[in-house]
């Protein structure tokens, strides 16, 4: 169960064709997409302890392993950080 958050709430109706996506897999698992190709992405906990690292593949998507710990995570991808709550 995840909660992510980044500026004011919004829909599926006023996503910008180029806005990036984070989708939940699994308990573990995060997927973003609509990054560039390559980009960097990075997790750290709120004490600023990098989680995980990983590169966006061709198709600008990136897996991301999330801890077992519930708790406040930042994602970082394409110069936007995001706030992800795991509960």
């Not at 995840?2 to 806005?19: M, R, V």
């Not at 699994?26 to 302890?49: F, R, Y």
């Amino acid at each position: 169960n995840f909660h992510f958050t980044e500026g004011e709430a919004s829909s599926s109706s006023n996503l910008a064709k180029d806005a990036i996506r984070i989708i939940s897999l699994d308990n573990t698992t995060i997927k973003v997409e609509n990054i560039e190709s390559q980009s960097i992405v990075t997790l750290v906990n709120v004490s600023g302890a990098l989680i995980s690292l990983t590169k966006a593949d061709s198709e600008g998507t990136a897996t991301v392993s999330l801890s077992q710990a519930k708790g406040v995570y930042i994602l970082t991808a394409a110069g936007k950080s995001f706030k992800i709550i795991k509960k």
